[in-house]
């Protein structure tokens, strides 16, 4: 069965960096775009980036453009995202999520948090 597992949240200060993990499981990883998607407390869900299953196009919210990178090691299974100079409004829980051929999200993972904060 599908399974997205995701790792690397924590707490960092404003201006820090991490670096989130998405491990993929149960599917050819490399025929399938893939997206980062949050959610901050109390909040909906935003979207936040997208890349092709080949990791050639990317595509970015206007909030993270610049700050995040969105890429994938399609010989490990494994989407990515890189975070820097990161702002408290990117405290949010982060789902990893696996698109259809058509473009649905069709499998999330079950998140990890991060948190911005002095």
């Known amino acids: 069965q599908v399974q997205l597992v995701e790792s690397g949240g924590g707490l960092v200060q404003p201006g820090g960096s991490l670096r989130l993990s998405c491990a993929a499981s149960?599917?050819?990883?490399?025929?399938?775009?893939m997206t980062w998607v949050r959610q901050a407390p109390g909040k909906g869900l935003e979207w936040v980036s997208d890349?092709?299953?080949?990791?050639?196009?990317?595509d970015y919210a206007y909030s993270v453009k610049g700050r995040l990178t969105i890429f994938r090691d399609n010989a490990k299974n494994t989407l990515y995202l890189e975070m820097n100079s990161l702002k408290p409004e990117d405290t949010a829980m982060y789902y990893c999520?696996?698109?259809?051929?058509?473009?649905?999200?069709?499998?999330w993972g079950q998140g990890t948090q991060v948190t911005v904060s002095s």
């Open positions: 890349i092709n299953s080949g990791g050639e196009d990317t």
């Open positions: 999520v696996k698109r259809s051929t058509g473009g649905d999200f069709d499998y």
């Open positions: 149960g599917f050819t990883f490399s025929r399938h775009a």
